[in-house]
């Protein structure tokens, strides 16, 4: 028989034991026969570690995964994040080596791989809502201020700031913005103009008016700024 037969080791594997062959063949052990001079071949088996998965700002499902050192990562998930584009995992939160589902698991103990992200730019559109504007777009990035915004004229008009919608009901916000809007439907901002005739007619019409008639002189106010 062979007797005792030494244990082989290798980082990242666990021994399996002694074959015939260095892929398949027959195990031998302490007690095989010996029949003739053989060359004997250490089997292995990579061991397992849990892969954790680090959104890095963003957030990903599954949280983790099990892999086997010495094979590939294979499948990877994919992780999401408001205003970025995924750039790929990593290992490391910034720098690091890039990991793909062909990368070879070279680590033998659990690890975490981190997403990195690229911001996203939008289109600004500016509709001058009737007046004229130089600037018909600017490029802003996700989560940065807008900056200098174009300042739009209209005959008979005072321009009154950048709205999100024709109805005013959301005015433009000098300070830091995050649009929610993916990049294939730009932001529009809508100008509002103040109405310089009908403000003067208003301070006309408060003077003219007897104090018995000032409700009706409102209610033909507001029916003025509607139209």
């Keep these: 028989t062979y007797g005792t037969l030494p244990t082989a080791t290798r980082t990242g594997y666990t021994f399996s034991g002694w074959y015939t062959a260095a892929s398949g063949g027959t195990q031998v052990t302490s007690s095989s026969t010996v029949t003739d001079n053989v060359t004997l071949y250490a089997h292995w088996t990579g061991i397992s570690c849990t892969l954790t998965y680090d959104a890095n700002g963003g957030t990903v499902s599954p949280s983790s995964k099990t892999v086997t050192y010495g094979s590939t990562y294979d499948t990877l998930a994919s992780p999401t994040r408001t205003g970025f584009t995924f750039a790929g995992w990593y290992t490391e939160a910034s720098g690091g080596m890039q990991v ?28 001058p809502n009737g007046g004229i504007v130089d600037t018909a777009k600017k490029s802003v990035a996700y989560g940065a201020a807008y900056g200098t915004l174009p300042t739009p004229t209209r005959a008979g008009y005072t321009f009154d700031g950048w709205y999100f919608t024709d109805k005013y009901e959301t005015k433009f916000p000098i300070v830091r913005i995050y649009p929610p809007r993916p990049s294939k439907n730009p932001a529009i901002l ?36 509607q139209g």
């Design 100 to 127: 793909t589902s062909s990368t070879t698991v070279s680590t033998a103990s659990n690890h975490t791989i981190y997403a990195h992200w690229t911001v996203n730019n939008y289109t600004i559109t500016f509709n």
């Design 190 to 225: 809508f100008c509002d103009h103040m109405r310089q005739h009908i403000i003067q007619r208003f301070k006309a019409i408060l003077f003219q008016k007897r104090e018995q008639h000032l409700f009706q002189s409102l209610i033909f106010l507001l029916l003025l700024f």
